[in-house]
T-cell receptor, first 113, second 115 residues
Framework: GENVEQHPSTLSVQEGDSAVIKCTYS??????FPWYKQELGKGPQLIID?????GEKKDQRIAVTLNKTAKHFSLHITETQPEDSAVYFC????????????FGTGTQLKVEL | KAGVTQTPRYLIKTRGQQVTLSCSPI?????VSWYQQTPGQGLQFLFE???????NKGNFPGRFSGRQFSNSRSEMNVSTLELGDSALYLC??????????????FGEGSRLTVL
């Protein structure tokens, strides 16, 4: 089955700096790659996603890039703010009907003042 | 619009018992998925229901089961509880009805502790 690896497991940045989280997936048939943010005591929330026919997608301070050849995708957060502190999960899906996501192990992002 | 509602939020059981968790999806969402979240294994897919039918299933033993009702509400059941079943169980609903995976809207979870 699909396997998703995520790095780093923890990331500490200064407010205003950029943060980058990287994921690799194993199944070349995967075609949907969402990123979820989970705050303490809450369920994960989608922040951005990308499909395999797109190489890059941006939404304000957040961007995701996808390299299908390398089976690699990354989350970029610019101008980080304290409220960006949370756990971030990447995921991959084979699509084909259904909502089965394989998640990475998560990155604890801490934005320090 | 109300979000995904899960009940109960917290529960404590002992080994060998069984537990039923409930999930009410966002109105209009017909897909309900369940995930187990633990510090060691992360987020793992249990199963997904769509229009009362199981559409996908993860790699969990048969002690884990679920169902969906005609109003899209879903329940999951874990029988013969083991210590390792202690986890946060997350329910997620989605609107998508086609072949493409859609955004999942997660509830806040049911935290199960098995003693």
């Amino acid at each position: 089955g699909e396997n998703v690896e995520q790095h780093p497991s923890t990331l500490s940045v200064q407010e205003g700096d950029s943060a980058v989280i990287k994921c690799t997936y194993s199944d070349s048939a995967s075609n949907y790659f969402p990123w979820y943010k989970q705050e303490l005591g809450k369920g994960p929330q989608l922040i951005i996603d990308i499909r395999s026919n797109v190489g890059e997608k941006k939404d304000q301070r957040i961007a995701v890039t996808l390299n299908k050849t390398a089976k690699h995708f990354s989350l970029h957060i610019t101008e980080t703010q304290p409220e960006d502190s949370a756990v971030y999960f990447c995921a991959a899906s084979l699509g084909g009907g259904g909502n089965k996501l394989t998640f990475g192990t998560g990155t604890q992002l801490k934005v320090e003042l | 619009k109300a979000g995904v509602t899960q009940t109960p939020r917290y529960l404590i059981k002992t080994r060998g018992q069984q537990v039923t968790l409930s999930c009410s999806p966002i109105s209009g969402h017909r897909s309900v998925s369940w995930y187990q979240q633990t510090p060691g294994q992360g987020l793992q897919f249990l199963f997904e229901y769509f229009s009362e039918t199981q559409r996908n299933k993860g790699n969990f033993p048969g002690r884990f089961s679920g169902r969906q009702f005609s109003n899209s509400r879903s329940e999951m059941n874990v029988s013969t509880l083991e210590l390792g079943d202690s986890a946060l169980y997350l329910c997620a609903s989605s609107y998508n009805i086609g072949g493409s995976t859609g955004e999942l809207f997660f509830g806040e979870g049911s935290r199960l502790t098995v003693l």
